[in-house]
């Protein structure tokens, strides 16, 4: 565990903070000094420790079976919830190591987690800056004093995990490029709710999400500490099936394939043996990350990054004259209830890829899009104190960048793009758009294809399209 806070001993690691949490609430997401590690082990919490180094910036992709209709899947049947990822992992490392990048490969009760780092005063950081994008709500934000000891996030740190995040995206648009499915389950970059198949909606998702929130707030689980995750979502799977359960526990994946690893994690001597000769080290992987910084440099994922960040959101006070302005009636019905009533829809992926979609059939700028999107986050709409802890233009920024840009690159078909799908989520009501629902996608497709993505002047945005 030490070795993966990075160091010793709790006086050295280099990990700013800890979070602790039970298995019978909500996780929890305060802030802990590195030095309480101990006696939260010894209350049997789980225990995750910060993205957030003082050394280095941490790469993370996290790699999970999500069914939206049978939560408990991946539980109740764990070999084939690993055995469909199975396949989606071992394209990913043969991806990585293409670029001599060999993570720690760790697994968990729903997936897996390939992490590595690149320390700050590398080459590769240096590169990782020169091409991270670090928007300014996010700068402000990092700028105030944080938890647990009332830091700033350094400038420099924030733009190599914006780098790190950046090149991730890459990487997983290979990937998806590849293996668009495995035995009929989707793959989607985030957990994207599909159209439910045979075994109910169920996805592999390419999880890049912790790259879309500020770094002081994301966090990953300690190999070798309890994984409480069934249990703070007792209400989703239910008293009987979270009764049922081992405790489970986070491992790395050492000289095992995934059946040996899910037996292992539910067996505590297994894990107290296993921790012997199961190094946890993130390992320090800075020359393959340059490799592959460039390579994403020179991709057309780079490219349509650098030609999203030309534009800029619209100012907080011209929203009144702008976003606010948006036209709804040539909309779909699904889509205007989305901006009337975004909580909490927006808040899922699957709502905001709709929005996107919609909004690039229009031929809006995907930059405006989000600041569209961030004008909803930063309005009352009954977010609570939500957005105070996360950061709405970063949030609207992530997700729009991420669904924009596999239109862009053609590697969404927008194949469901169609009432056949969005009818399963809501906010559809019922009501037929079908008719509508096709002509934005088939404008979408001729933007594409005539590369007219985005041809709307600015002072045109907020009018209808008469010609969609």
Known sequence: ???????????????????????????????????????????????????????????????????????????????????????????????????????????????????????????????????????????????????????????????????VGQALEFVAHRALAEMPAVDGVPIELTAV??????????????????????????????????????????????????????????????????????????????????????????????????????????SDVGAFHRWFYLQQHEPAWRWPQTYDRTPLGPLPPCTREMLQRPNDVLLTPAGIRHIVRVFLALGWHPRHIAGLIRSKFERDHGWGAYFYHYDAGTRADFYVRLFAGLIATGRDPLDDFCCQTEHLRPPCNGTTCLEILERHRQSLLARRNHERLACRPIHGLFLPDEHL
């Open 1 to 163: 565990m030490l070795e993966f806070l990075g160091g010793q001993s709790l006086d050295t690691v280099s990990c700013v903070y800890l979070t602790a949490s039970g298995s019978t609430s909500a996780a929890s997401f305060e802030a802990l000094p590195p030095a309480e590690l101990w006696s939260h082990l010894e209350q049997g919490s789980e225990v995750n420790r910060s993205l957030w180094d003082r050394g280095s910036v941490i790469a993370h992709l996290d790699i999970e079976y999500v069914n939206f209709d049978f939560p408990a899947e991946p539980y109740l049947d764990p070999d084939r919830a690993f055995a469909v990822q199975a396949p989606v992992v071992r394209a990913l490392q043969t991806i990585l190591l293409e670029y001599g990048i060999q993570p720690l490969h760790l697994l968990s009760g729903r997936g897996h987690h390939l992490v590595w780092r690149v320390p700050c005063d590398t080459q590769a950081m240096e590169h990782l800056t020169e091409v991270g994008v670090v928007g300014e709500t996010l700068k402000s934000c990092n700028a105030a004093p944080h938890p647990p000891l009332g830091e700033p996030v350094p400038p420099r740190v924030a733009a190599g995990f914006a780098g």
């Open 193 to 298: 709710q599909t159209a439910p198949a045979n075994r109910g909606c169920e996805v592999i998702s390419l999880d890049l999400s912790e790259y879309g929130d500020p770094l002081h707030t994301r966090m990953i689980r300690i190999p070798y500490s309890a994984y409480h995750k069934p249990g703070q979502e007792r209400g989703k799977l239910g008293e009987h099936l979270v009764a049922e359960l081992p405790t489970i526990f986070m491992i790395p994946l050492f000289e095992m394939d995934h059946r040996q690893g899910t037996a292992v994690m539910r067996d505590p001597e297994c894990v107290a043996k296993l921790a012997e000769v199961a190094s946890a080290a993130i390992p320090d992987c800075s020359d393959g990350m340059d490799l592959l910084t460039a390579a994403y440099a020179e």
